[in-house]
């Protein structure tokens, strides 16, 4: 199939675990994502670990920092962490910018007064370093002079954002490479999406805003597949709404296969129970060879 398929390394998982989990889970996906959640492992340790531990593997994964908060991250900061790993492991970083969750961002003093103005400073401040460029920028909340940074990647990483609302996802199309809906979000959403963003990316024409191929877009899925009496309840953090959860994987692919119908890139499942490798493994064997494109 042409979407990629990939995998949530999930918050709860200590950060003593996520190397072997993600080794174990590394073999069966295109992608793996690692969670960046107050006051769980930060995303650009585990990011970091999983490249290094993933790196000899035949096929080795591209590895998602999904999601970093604009509110706590510097765009400088960001920028260097970023590039270091997309030098360090070509092609195999992509990187993920939303608002933060509001109650996690006030709890840290970090809540700002405008969260689409933080958010499209930061994402095009961050890839501007990222493609090499010059910034100077004086926003509301990004304040950048003449900085370039000294080891800009020679493979740029994409940065997508991770936003649901309608005013974020035409900023997306405008801002970033691509797009990231968490879960709870089926196919009726990206298509809703879809449009939002193309408003976007038709303003970053209008503002003279490089664009670098095609708008990429990445759904966050919570997955189980097996019996329904054994199904487990979502972990708290996940929103009601969408999923992919079925008694077979014939069920479970038909979920998948509309999602892939309205033309998303890439599904990252969030599996719900303990066995995650057993059921990323399932989905890897058993439903993603039912998938059409």
């Known amino acids: 199939m042409s979407v990629s398929l990939g995998a949530m390394i999930l918050r709860t998982v200590p950060p003593e675990h996520v190397v072997g989990q993600a080794t174990a889970l590394a ?6 994502w690692v969670v960046e959640d107050l006051p769980f492992a930060g995303g650009i340790g585990q990011a970091t670990a999983i490249l290094e531990a993933t790196k000899e593997l035949a096929d080795p994964p591209v590895i998602g920092h999904g999601i970093a908060p604009a509110p706590f991250r ?6 260097m962490e970023w590039a270091t790993l997309a030098r360090a492991y070509p092609g195999r970083f992509h990187g993920g910018i939303g608002h933060g969750v509001p109650a ?10 405008s969260t689409l103005t933080l958010l499209s400073e930061t994402l095009l401040a961050t890839r501007q370093l990222l ?3 010059t910034v100077n920028e004086a926003g509301r909340y990004v304040q950048l002079e003449n900085v370039t940074l000294e080891f800009p990647p020679a493979s740029v990483p994409p940065v997508s954002a991770g936003v649901t609302g309608p005013k974020s ?5 405008q801002f970033a490479d691509g797009t990231i809906l968490s879960e709870g979000k089926g196919p009726d959403d990206v298509v809703a999406g879809r449009e939002l963003i193309e408003q976007g990316r038709a303003d970053a024409d209008a503002a003279g805003l490089a664009h670098v191929g095609d708008h990429r877009m990445t759904v966050f899925v919570g997955y189980y597949c097996g019996d329904p009496t054994l199904l487990p309840p979502p972990p708290e953090h996940l929103p009601t ?5 079925g008694a077979d994987p014939d069920q479970v692919a038909g979920r998948l296969q509309s999602l892939v119908d309205v033309g998303v890139d890439s599904i990252v499942l969030v599996p719900f129970g303990d066995d995650v490798v057993g059921q990323i493994e399932l989905a890897a064997t058993e439903i993603a060879p039912r998938l059409a494109t």
């Open 27 to 32: 073999p069966l996906v295109d992608e793996l």
């Open 74 to 79: 510097n765009p400088a900061a960001l920028a």
């Open 104 to 113: 996690w961002m006030e709890q840290i003093g970090a809540k700002p007064a």
């Open 131 to 133: 493609a090499g460029e």
């Open 169 to 173: 996802l035409r900023l997306a199309g």
């Open 241 to 245: 709404g969408w999923d992919a959860v």
